[in-house]
């Protein structure tokens, strides 16, 4: 339904939703996620929207959104500091119950939040079921996650991950459990590795309830993170960051293949960064020789792929 949840002690309204949007130079772009939430048919939510000090027209694009007054919308700027910075203000900030992350490239189909809303009954029944995963899919209609079988599962990130059930997707989060989990911010660094909240939440126990309803609509751009996180000059940018996010999936049970494809790529990147394999040792804690052999085996494996293409 779309009745108001409850009244904190201040009788500000707090709504079942957030969808935060961090955006860069993408004031265009807005504009069709703008679209997609007038038209969503669940109304019980708020845009948070944080500007990573754009060059572009977005202050005044906002702010004929607000204008309009279709729905909430809170506007924030930032210093020039990234989607992880971003995503750690982002918690503070958020008023509803669960939070979204929803880039500023991609849109939601109209009975999105509505679906998602079913979900979240049955979430709240649940232990600990602080995550929901619905569908994602390019705007041709191919999915971009796995399917998962039947209606729904109830797993966590290390399960899924030995599943197979891996991909964009359209991520919700408890918004109590997401502000406690924030990356680490490094100096000279802009961004981190996006899945250091999961990472920590699956540590704590967390559950994600997993559906295959879409309520993600998008493609990778050229200049999009999502193009960019998998390459190497990418992951050299934020190194720190990067290696941060392998020590704690390091620490969970996604599998013996995933670890291997972890340290052996790890180490191709440290190598690239000019660390020593005893420096890439103390990084990550694992011995030198399996360092070294699986990092070679990365290296003919990227070269090989990138012949291929």
């Keep these: ?129 602080d995550e ?8 041709n209609g191919k999915n971009v996650r796995a399917f998962i079988p039947g209606e729904y599962v109830i797993t966590d990130f290390a399960e899924r991950r030995k599943k197979g059930w891996i991909g964009d997707e359209g991520i919700f989060y408890r918004t109590s459990v997401f502000k406690k989990f924030k990356a680490t911010e490094f100096e000279g660094e802009y ?6 909240p999961a990472f ?12 295959n309803d879409v309520v993600y609509i998008g493609d990778y751009l050229e200049d999009g993170l999502s193009s960019d996180t998998q390459r190497g000059a990418y992951l050299l940018r934020i190194f720190n960051g990067y290696t941060e996010g392998v020590n704690l999936e390091l620490q969970l049970d996604v599998g013996l293949k995933r670890k291997i494809e972890i340290i052996g790529k790890y180490t191709l990147i440290a190598k690239q960064k000019g660390l020593s394999y005893s420096e890439i040792h103390e990084k990550i804690q694992k011995p030198i020789f399996l360092c070294y052999v699986l990092g070679i085996v990365a290296k003919l494996y990227f070269s090989f792929r990138k012949k291929r293409k």
């Design 191 to 196: 961004d981190s590795h996006f899945s250091i």
């Design 132 to 139: 929901l995963s619905g569908m994602k899919v390019f705007t």
């Design 200 to 211: 920590k939440m699956c540590m704590q126990g967390s559950k994600m309830l997993m559906f």
């Design 1 to 129: 339904s779309n009745k108001l949840r409850y009244l904190n002690p201040g009788n500000k309204r707090i709504m079942l939703f957030t969808i935060f949007t961090p955006t860069y130079n993408r004031s265009a772009l807005l504009k069709r996620v703008y679209g997609s939430l007038k038209k969503q048919s669940f109304k019980d939510f708020e845009w948070l929207i944080i500007n990573d000090s754009s060059p572009d027209d977005t202050d005044e694009v906002v702010a004929e959104f607000i204008k309009e007054n279709a729905f909430p919308i809170v506007y924030k700027k930032q210093e020039h500091g990234g989607k992880m910075r971003a995503m750690n203000k982002a918690g503070d900030l958020a008023r509803g119950e669960w939070i979204m992350i929803h880039d500023d490239d991609d849109f939601m189909p109209e009975n999105a939040l509505e679906i998602t809303a079913k979900y979240i009954e049955l979430a709240d029944k649940i232990p600990n079921c």
